[in-house]
């Protein structure tokens, strides 16, 4: 058998070193410039974002007064508060407020959906999180969206606001026993099925701090 020093081999598979050594060089400058390729395409989409709540004046009412805890109320649909004096909500009617609320909802629910995805990280949640927690505390907006998922899910469907109801729920945002419909925090102002409601109080309680 025939050994070779390391120098032999070296001087014998010198090119395919090389060759080694520059793949391995290439691999790296490109995953490097993929990483800040997503970086750049991701800081587009937060812009974008961010663009829509501040810009969108639908969006941009619905935020305002959920910031303010104060305009609108929620018994099954949702109506302006007989104490409001700003008139850019009294001359709303409760079909164009309802589409306000959804339009923020999914606004919002699709920057959970992102996020569950992982197109964006947990640093570019921060700048939303403000606006998604003061919607998850609106007592009226959870109550919305409270009823909707229940009665979603009696029909078996899944809500149109699941994202955002789960990353909240996650974030400590929404109590835990959301999905109960025997919560100690939430009300349910919509018909569900009797058979529904049997099955659900007949499940264990979500225990909640």
């Excluded at 395919?16 to 691999?27: E, F, K, N």
């Excluded at 996020?115 to 919305?144: C, W």
């Amino acid at each position: 058998m025939i050994s070779l020093t390391i120098g032999e081999w070296l001087s014998s598979n010198l090119f395919d070193c090389v060759s080694l050594i520059l793949a391995a060089i290439g691999g790296l400058f490109a995953l490097h410039q993929w990483k800040k390729s997503n970086i750049y395409k991701r800081g587009e989409i937060v812009e974008k974002l961010i663009k829509a709540v501040r810009d969108d004046e639908d969006i941009a009412t619905i935020m305002d007064v959920v910031d303010w805890n104060d305009g609108i109320e929620y018994d099954g649909k949702f109506y302006i508060s007989q104490t409001v004096e700003r008139s850019d909500l009294n001359q709303l009617d409760d079909e164009e407020l309802f589409k306000k609320v959804d339009k923020t909802l999914a606004h919002f629910s699709y920057i959970c959906y992102l996020r569950s995805q992982r197109t964006l990280t947990k640093e570019d949640m921060k700048v939303f999180a403000y606006g998604i927690k003061r919607l998850a505390v609106n007592p009226h907006i959870a109550d919305y969206l409270y009823s909707l998922y229940h009665w979603s899910t009696s029909i078996g469907v899944q809500m149109s606001y699941i994202y955002l109801v789960d990353y909240c729920i996650e974030q400590g945002y929404i109590y835990a026993d959301f999905k109960n419909i025997t919560s100690n925090y939430y009300r349910n102002f919509l018909k569900l099925p009797n058979a529904y409601l049997d099955k659900e109080k007949n499940k264990l309680p979500v225990y909640t701090e």
